[in-house]
């Protein structure tokens, strides 16, 4: 109030010193006479003048007597003297008159400056915009969070499926938000922070909205990249003005997506810099998490696909209580999944989710809600009134092979050989005990670089695998080249993606997996950092074993690949005429479903009896 009232004393002080000026100018003016020139100098001649101040332009004097309306003071217009003389020689009353070059002499200041301004302020504006958007320097301080009420959300947990146990866990946190009398009765109290962890496309972003839906609070949602700015400062700046704005509108959800863009663990990447941005904007988030009260009703949600580069200061209770692990769906959790995107396309009568969930192992709730839309871009291509089954398969070829390249003509050897390669496949997986059920072989090139492929379909997800299946998988790699070997005598180049699958494999078998007895249980090779444990960056690969171990790890990786190799060339040559009549069943059809397929069992029996 005090502030307030010494302004306005200034500005009653300033309009009074105004005020006056004016009245003072108004006085001379009233006080001072403008005359023509002729008549100073007839005043000037009979000696009326008491004094005079002559200007460039003006002449300006006192009477020594006033005139009749009581004035003293006058001013006239200069004439040139010569002009001024040969006018006084006829009776004729003439006076100066000053040509004004103000506006002139006005643009000639003004123009330059209002076009230097302007461009400065088009330069200004477009880096505003980069920097800290159209408010410019004065907000760029302002968090950047874009807020959704209760009415924008729209989005509950009906709307997520194929992880329940995430799901079980988030209920909780709404309920804490709904009801917290009840759920603090004994003196619990809700989680200050909940960090969601899984893979890219698993839905970590659906399930915050889910949570903000389903509280019915204000959702504020922010990237972790938006904290980061050029500027010294500003990232802590906009977190302190984050928990502002949600303590305004406590009760409410704070969800800030890929936390690692700014929880990155401190000291942990030397070559980034000490002391940068990130560090103060983290060090700002780490004391906002302990100073907010969760009694006020603000949870703090977070998601990230990298939790082992995460700061562990970050990641204590206190700050994240609870982890929430959202992993890729399995089978039941696709059929869910599956059906919540299909209530939005028309089904066709021969469509069985089920059977679409089992040929998509791996598949994230991303991955699956693409394989719906692109099934339903290709029914609506040709016509078609429903979503078929047909259309399904041919989106998961889409996504797993590539796009048709049916304009990639193969010569007609090229074609034979590529045939049998994928043959080659079909029937080692068809005869080994255990192998994934072969779903359809295709010699149509796909993608940048297949030009085959086949596709096999799990018959139930596996979370662990013992050595003879691994052997099986090898094996089937290199049905491939054993069949080019068998029938043409000669190897390509078309499986050089297979040899690369299977020399992984084979080492991660030797290296990580303690497979080989004469090496003993141990592993050879560093593995990556784990959940929560701080990364390094080594200087040059760590490798800590001689020479001479080395030399052994290579050997058993190749009796490893030459031993699968062998046992897909025997079971090519067992079975010769089936692999040839398949080849040339695939050369006629370009593709063979399951159902086409021979049936190897059958085969042999009918063989036996014969």
Request: aromatic share 8%; proline share 5%.
């Amino acid at each position: 109030m005090e502030k307030k009232a010494q302004f306005n004393t200034w500005y009653v002080f300033v309009a009074v010193v105004i005020i006056l000026l004016l009245q003072n100018l108004w006085v001379q003016y009233q006080q001072t006479e403008p005359i023509p020139y002729s008549e100073f100098q007839q005043l000037l001649q009979q000696g009326e003048i008491a004094e005079i101040e002559v200007g460039e332009q003006r002449i300006r004097g006192r009477l020594k007597t006033p005139t009749d309306d009581g004035r003293l003071h006058f001013v006239t217009t200069r004439v040139d003297p010569d002009l001024a003389k040969e006018l006084a020689q006829y009776e004729t009353e003439y006076t100066g008159v000053v040509e004004s070059n103000f506006l002139a002499n006005l643009l000639s200041w003004l123009l330059p400056i209002i076009v230097f301004f302007a461009i400065w302020l088009f330069l200004f504006r477009k880096i505003a915009e980069k920097q800290g958007g159209l408010g410019g320097f004065m907000t760029v301080g302002k968090s950047k969070a874009k807020i959704y009420m209760e009415k924008d959300t729209k989005v509950t947990f009906d709307d997520v499926a194929g992880v329940d146990e995430a799901k079980k866990e988030l209920e909780e946190v709404v309920a804490f938000l709904q009801q917290p009398d009840e759920y603090g009765r004994l003196g619990a109290r809700m989680p200050k922070g909940i960090l969601l962890v899984g893979p890219p496309g698993t839905g970590k972003t659906l399930f915050a909205r889910a949570v903000a839906g389903e509280a019915r609070v204000p959702f504020f949602s922010i990237n972790g990249s938006e904290f980061v700015e050029m500027f010294v400062g500003v990232g802590a700046a906009r977190v302190r003005d984050l928990f502002e704005q949600a303590r305004q509108k406590a009760p409410c959800i704070i969800f800030i997506d890929e936390l690692d863009a700014l929880g990155r663990a401190r000291g942990a990447f030397p070559t980034g810099g000490g002391h940068d941005e990130k560090e103060q904007t983290l060090n700002q988030l780490l004391a906002e998490l302990d100073g907010f009260d969760p009694g006020q009703g603000v949870v703090l949600l977070a998601a990230t696909n990298r939790p082992e580069i995460l700061d562990p200061a970050l990641l204590r209770p206190g700050r994240f209580d609870r982890h929430v692990l959202v992993e890729r769906p399995d089978r039941a959790g696709r059929v869910a999944i599956l059906k919540v995107h299909a209530k939005r396309i028309a089904l066709g009568t021969d469509v069985d989710i089920d059977a679409v969930a089992s040929i998509t192992p791996g598949f994230s709730g991303a991955d699956l809600a693409n394989l719906v839309n692109e099934a339903a871009v290709l029914a609506t291509r040709r016509n078609a009134s429903a979503v078929e089954m047909e259309d399904f398969n041919n989106a998961i070829e889409r996504i797993t092979a590539g796009l048709e390249k049916k304009n990639r003509l193969l010569n007609p050897h090229e074609r034979e050989v590529v045939a049998y390669h994928e043959a080659g496949h079909a029937i080692v997986a068809l005869a080994l005990p255990g192998a994934d059920v072969v779903h359809k072989i295709s010699i149509i090139p796909r993608g940048i670089g297949a030009l085959g492929y086949t596709i096999q379909r799990p018959t139930e997800d596996r979370y662990l695998m013992t050595r003879p299946e691994l052997e099986t998988k090898l094996s089937v790699l290199f049905g491939g080249r054993a069949a080019e070997v068998l029938i043409f005598d000669e190897v390509s180049t078309g499986a050089s993606d297979d040899l690369v699958k299977a020399t992984e494999l084979a080492r991660s078998m030797v290296t990580r997996y303690g497979m080989e007895k004469r090496l003993g249980q141990m592993t050879y090779e560093d593995h990556p950092p784990a959940f929560l444990e701080t990364p390094h960056m080594p200087a040059s690969p760590r490798r800590d074993y001689s020479e001479e171990t080395a030399h052994e790890i290579d050997c058993a990786i190749r009796d490893i690949l030459d031993a699968a190799y062998k046992r897909a060339s025997e079971i090519l040559t067992k079975h010769k005429p089936v692999l040839k009549e398949t080849a040339q069943k695939l050369l006629e059809n370009e593709t063979l479903t399951a159902d086409e397929l021979p049936d190897l069992k059958a085969a042999e029996t009918a063989k036996t009896v014969a």
